[in-house]
């Protein structure tokens, strides 16, 4: 999503020949500042991958990005995940989870006990 904001704001801050000296220097200036974020090839690479994983932008992506997802995919399956990468577990494969374990919820009385005890207040305030 980052990169798809980037080149529309890109787009919408390039000069128009109708423009007025001072939009058009506001806008050169706005571009040249956006122009000079996310150069880092890493970054970017990590920004393009980001976007091919949101379901709402993944139209958006390159078949290189794909490549380079399904090539990733591929390393973790063969060499394992490393210490930088999260590891998951399944819970089909695996006794043990790794998830925290939730708190049991306190017990709610059921919809006509509550029922009971609104009129029973009702009938000790009378």
Same mark, same amino acid.
């Given at each position: 999503m980052v990169l798809s904001l980037l080149n529309k704001l890109l787009t919408n801050f390039t %000069?128009?020949?109708t423009d007025s000296t001072f939009v058009k220097g !506001?806008?050169?200036a706005v571009h040249d500042n956006l122009k000079s974020r996310y150069i &880092?090839?890493?970054v970017v690479s990590f920004l393009d991958e980001a976007q091919a994983m949101d379901p709402?932008?993944?139209h958006l992506t390159t078949v290189p990005v794909w490549d380079r997802l399904q090539q990733k995919v591929i390393d973790i %399956? $063969?060499?394992g995940p490393t210490s930088k990468q999260e590891v998951t577990? &399944? $819970?089909s494969s695996s006794s043990t989870s790794t998830r +925290?374990?939730?708190?049991? !919820?306190p017990? !709610? +009385?059921s919809t006509s006990q509550r029922i009971h005890n609104s009129l029973h207040l009702e009938t000790n305030q009378q």
């Open positions: %000069n128009v020949e !506001l806008k050169k &880092d090839e890493a709402r932008f993944k %399956n $063969q060499t577990c &399944d $819970q +925290p374990s939730t708190p049991e !919820l017990h !709610l +009385p």
